[in-house]
């Protein structure tokens, strides 16, 4: 096959991103590159469009198409560790429209409508400066965590958002009491569920002094036979991750009244990957 004439025209990198995870906790063969230098490309028309669409935002096809699309050395988006997932959508951003992006927002004291320009730039550099705390001490028991990947942070929130859908409607049912109750207690059953699951993924190994376990079901049964102290314990550490690793927040001031404050914005792909 002849060399296409308008491949030098290709996109080109616009942006190299150095990832908070540093390349670990992806799956074999889902990165192939240098965690310190990787190239970000600006989005195609095709992934605009895939942006768009309500279906494959849900389910998280959306987010995992445009990342490997966007970023080469990312083989399997799904793998991706959810320490890097806010900063690739943010290079993309970036690579795409620019290192700022206006947000709205109203005045708590005077009411009045506000657009502020968040420098994209120094949220990179916010998870560029964060450690994720990987271990849990038990004493004679130390519990080695790992952040979620894309596709288990995924699955978790569709199975949350479902079950708390049911409760919500519910709420609004003209279903006898006894019957209701009987379902909310099933729904409130499933969600603890999904709770133990989450810390069951989170746990790469326990280490006692006989041995390292890392087999699932065996961290499982163990998870469901412990003390509440120690389970808060693991509890806390994974809370406190995700506090941490949360999107940052803003300083601004309002225009009119010079009221001070802070704004947060989404990743919502929704409007977060629109022209503006």
């Not at 990165?31 to 230098?37: A, C, E, K, Q």
């Not at 987010?63 to 699309?69: F, G, Q």
């Not at 001070?260 to 914005?265: A, E």
Request: net charge negative.
């Amino acid at each position: 096959m002849s060399t296409n004439p308008l491949q030098k025209y290709f996109r080109q990198p616009k942006l190299f991103l150095s990832l908070p995870s540093k390349g670990l906790y992806y799956s074999e063969n889902s990165f192939n590159g240098d965690s310190n230098n990787m190239p970000v490309f600006a989005m195609t028309g095709m992934d605009e469009i895939i942006m768009k669409t309500p279906d494959a935002l849900f389910n998280g096809e959306a987010t995992t198409k445009v990342i490997e699309s966007c970023c080469p050395y990312i083989k399997d988006a799904k793998s991706v560790p959810s320490l890097d997932i806010d900063t690739l959508l943010v290079a993309i951003r970036i690579a795409t429209f620019g290192e700022k992006m206006t947000v709205e927002h109203t005045c708590a004291n005077c009411g009045t409508e506000n657009d502020f320009d968040v420098d994209l730039k120094s949220v990179i550099d916010h998870y560029s400066s964060l450690n994720f705390e990987n271990e849990v001490d038990l004493g004679e028991i130390i519990i080695q965590i790992k952040p979620l990947s894309y596709q288990e942070l995924t699955d978790f929130n569709i199975e949350n958002f479902k079950l708390q859908r049911m409760l919500f409607q519910l709420n609004d049912s003209e279903m006898l009491d006894a019957d209701k109750r009987k379902l909310v207690d099933d729904i409130y059953s499933r969600l603890a569920q999904i709770q133990l699951d989450l810390i069951v993924a989170s746990i790469e190994s326990v280490r006692v002094p006989d041995a390292v376990v890392s087999e699932k079901e065996f961290v499982k049964e163990w998870l469901a036979n412990m003390d509440a102290t120690n389970y808060d314990k693991i509890k806390e550490k994974l809370e406190k991750n995700r506090d941490a690793w949360n999107m940052p927040k803003q300083d601004v001031q309002c225009s009119s009244c010079g009221t001070q404050d802070q704004i947060s914005f989404t990743l919502d792909q929704a409007s977060f990957f629109v022209r503006e």
